[in-house]
């Protein structure tokens, strides 16, 4: 089956213009050589200048709003792309990131991507923030669906912050960090989604010297009937940190770019 485009995720830490990390950040991310990718916790204006001036084979797009983090988004040019603000996952909350809706067309064929980066925090605040916005993303199929006059070619991703919840003086009610997947995982069924495996256990990390240990915060959701090139048995690449071989270089590698690896995948065409 041929391939319809590639996609990278990467949330780029508090990702503004600072020396020469730019540089480093557009290497690495030329390097992995997508179609189309997504980048979050882009602060200021500057980053939007540089990664458009380094990487003029892509259009870019980018959230706007009073929230301090922004998601940038490229195009490699020859794709055919309409982009879109989502507001509505904004929960009212100023201070919240809208999501960031981009339909590319690809030999007839629609493929409408949502970038996500919901709430974060352990709280019950940030866990009931995340999950309606998780939630409204998987019923967004339904919206996409009937759009499509029948099955949407719908994937959603992004930092999806599924940490779990901690209930404080009260850990009994604690949800863990899988319970939170597991529900995630029943709401993607519940509309004929599934959340995609990676290839490593854990996409964030903030080095060895942390008192937090490593978590799967990264996720990818698709309609059932896509299809992925497999690595690994997965059908996700996590790349960056987590493949360094130990763990002076992984530390190495989260101060020099970012506490949360990149996502790769490859969508294949839709027959």
């Not at 008192?211 to 915060?217: G, K, V």
């Not at 990264?218 to 009937?225: M, T």
Request: with cysteine; glycine share 8%; charged share 25%.
């Amino acid at each position: 089956m041929a391939k319809a485009f590639s996609l990278a995720s990467w949330n780029v830490e508090h990702f503004k213009k600072k020396g020469s990390r730019v540089d480093r950040v557009e290497a690495f991310l030329s390097k992995q050589n997508p179609d189309v990718f997504a980048l979050y916790e882009v602060e200021g204006s500057e980053v939007f200048q540089e990664m458009t001036d380094q990487m003029p084979g892509y259009t870019f797009h980018i959230t706007e709003g009073p929230q301090i983090q922004e998601i940038l988004v490229g195009v490699r040019h020859g794709f055919t792309a309409f982009f879109t603000q989502k507001l509505e996952f904004k929960e009212q909350i100023s201070a919240l990131r809208p999501g960031a809706l981009l339909t590319l067309t690809v030999n007839g064929e629609h493929y409408p991507i949502l970038f996500l980066h919901p709430k974060s925090g352990s709280d019950p605040k940030g866990l009931g923030l995340r999950d309606d916005m998780l939630v409204k993303a998987c019923d967004f199929r339904k919206t996409l669906n009937k759009a499509a006059g029948g099955t949407a070619n719908y994937m959603f991703l992004g930092d999806l912050n599924t940490m779990g919840m901690r209930y404080r003086y009260v850990a009994s009610r604690n949800i863990a960090q899988g319970d939170e997947l597991t529900k995630l995982r029943q709401e993607a069924k519940r509309v004929g989604m599934r959340l995609l495996e990676k290839d490593q256990a854990h996409t964030w990390s903030n080095g060895s010297k942390s008192t937090i240990p490593p978590s799967n915060l990264d996720q990818v959701i698709v309609a059932d009937h896509l299809t992925f090139k497999a690595f690994s048995q997965a059908e996700v690449s996590v790349r960056g940190w987590p493949t360094e071989q130990n763990t002076a270089k992984q530390d190495a590698w989260i101060a020099s770019y970012s506490d949360h690896a990149l996502l790769y995948l490859e969508v294949q065409a839709v027959e």
